[in-house]
């Protein structure tokens, strides 16, 4: 008898696992659809939207963002951090983490120490945008440098160094809601 009773309560915590897995990757579906109905004008040059082990990651092309070497970010570019801004306020309880990533050539602007210096400038730069211009709060953001350290594709070919020049924003699971999803399905259960 409890070894039956053992094998009941592993199952029921297999299956509220496996709702909160369900409850997580529809939360991570609307977001995703969320981004796509927002940024679906945009070239897929410019803008990539996609999920990688239950992580959102919109990816935007440096040429949309920036001027060649610089971390100011463009006008053109603010009309789509406002759209990537309204996804993320209509999702208040969502953390993001902002990436700046370069290409490999070394950069020699003034101001700029090299590519790690300029890729998180960037992702400052498109941070301080989203906050100040389209009131996202600050406590729900990061900003991070990736320089040239995690290319999409080798960087052999102007092409190539094109791609791995970007701006990417990682929305952050929350594993301690998930793991409140479990508690809840567990306590529900007893």
Same mark, same amino acid.
């Given at each position: ?51 990688e082990k ?9 040429? +949309? +963002? ?31 983490m902002v ?5 490999n050539v ?65 929305? +952050? ?18």
């Open positions: 008898v409890i070894y039956d009773e053992s094998i009941k309560e592993k199952d029921l915590i297999i299956t509220r696992m496996q709702d909160a897995v369900t409850k997580r990757d529809s939360v991570t579906l609307a977001l995703v659809q969320s981004f796509k109905s927002s940024l679906g004008t945009l070239s897929d040059d410019d803008i990539e939207i996609n999920v239950g992580v959102v990651y919109v990816s935007i092309s440096d040429k +949309l +963002l920036f001027n060649s070497g610089s971390f100011t970010v463009t006008q053109k570019a603010k009309k789509v951090l406002e759209k990537i801004a309204k996804v993320i306020s209509d999702k208040p309880d969502l953390e993001f990436e700046g990533h370069t290409d070394p950069i020699s602007t003034e101001g700029i120490v090299d590519n790690w210096d300029l890729s998180v400038k960037r992702a400052t730069a498109v941070v301080r945008v989203l906050q100040n211009d389209f009131s996202v709060e600050p406590q729900r953001m990061t900003a991070a440098g990736r320089s040239s350290y995690v290319p999409l594709l080798d960087n052999d070919s102007p092409s190539n160094r094109a791609k791995n020049r970007r701006t990417r924003i990682v929305v +952050l699971p929350k594993l301690d809601q998930f793991y409140d999803l479990i508690e809840q399905g567990m306590d529900a259960a007893k």
